[in-house]
Nanobody, 129 residues
Framework: QVHVVESGGGSVQAGGSLRLSCAAS?????MGWFRQAPGKMREGVAA????????IYADSVKGRFTISQDNAKNTVYLQMNSLTTEDTAMYYC?????????????????????????WGQGTQVTVSS
């Protein structure tokens, strides 16, 4: 059974950086990062094939966020650079063991969540101007 626990959120000024971590147990095939701002739908941010090289990003974070993994530690990271106030949200790590990450290719970020069945508690990221 897959479980995930995220950490690393916090407050930062616009233009700054933060790195989120997600430790997984079990055997996920794909792990992803999502975010949900107050009053908005949860949306996918990035996904990575566990043990592979395929990464997928939402257009809103391309070039600023990087998802990576340390297979030895069963941990996935989200490096967030050039943060803006629009990035303020609760960030969630998610995992799924049934489908490859390619399941979200071509899907709107708001649709990604239906492909993931295991969720962390979330970590708050606040970006101030």
């Amino acid at each position: 059974q897959v479980h995930v626990v995220e950490s690393g959120g916090g407050s930062v000024q616009a233009g700054g950086s933060l790195r989120l971590s997600c430790a997984a147990s079990g055997y996920p095939r794909c792990m992803g990062w999502f975010r949900q701002a107050p009053g908005k739908m949860r949306e996918g941010v990035a996904a990575i094939a566990v043990g592979g090289v395929r990464t997928i990003y939402a257009d809103s974070v391309k070039g600023r966020f990087t998802i990576s993994q340390d297979n030895a530690k069963n941990t996935v990271y989200l490096q967030m650079n050039s943060l803006t106030t629009e990035d303020t949200a609760m960030y969630y790590c998610a995992a799924q063991a049934q489908w490859p990450c390619t399941a979200v290719v071509g899907k709107e970020p708001a649709e990604w969540s239906k492909f993931f069945g295991v969720w962390g508690q979330g970590t708050q990221v606040t970006v101030s101007s």
